[in-house]
């Protein structure tokens, strides 16, 4: 069985960073699109980080040059460190995996492809 526990959010003020941990049970982990996408209250899903199954990572516009994925294979742990937070941040995050790879294809934009996810962290950013 597919599990996916994230961990690591928190509240934050403008400018500041937080980083997300995910562990997964021990599945396809190497081979599948792994990645994170985030829900605020009254809004869509988004994706927000994507990385493949040779480490390399992509992210979505709105958080370009700000938040970074990466992934530890031995531990099956993925992170997610996001720095300059902004009040737009503000949203429960997910860690998720996308066997058919399209998330990580369309560099993160694509959510339709995930499969697993876990329970969520809330991540707040407010002054």
């Known amino acids: 069985q597919v599990q996916l526990v994230e961990s690591g959010g928190g509240s934050v003020q403008p400018g500041g960073s937080l980083k997300l941990s995910c562990e997964a049970s021990?599945?396809?982990?190497?081979?599948?699109?792994l990645g994170w996408f985030r829900q605020a209250p009254g809004r869509e899903r988004e994706g927000v980080a994507a990385?493949?199954?040779?480490?390399?990572?992509r992210t979505a516009d709105s958080v370009k040059g700000r938040f970074t994925s990466s992934k530890d294979i031995d531990n099956y742990t993925l992170y997610l460190q996001m720095n300059n937070l902004k009040p737009e941040d503000t949203a429960i995050y997910y860690c998720?995996?996308?066997?058919?790879?399209?998330?990580?294809?369309?560099?993160?934009?694509?959510?339709?492809?995930?499969?697993?996810w876990g329970k969520g962290t809330q991540v707040t950013v407010s002054s």
């Open positions: 998720a995996a996308d066997p058919s790879q399209r998330f990580c294809y369309t560099g993160a934009r694509d959510i339709s492809g995930l499969k697993y």
């Open positions: 021990e599945f396809k982990y190497s081979s599948y699109c």
């Open positions: 990385i493949d199954n040779q480490g390399f990572s």
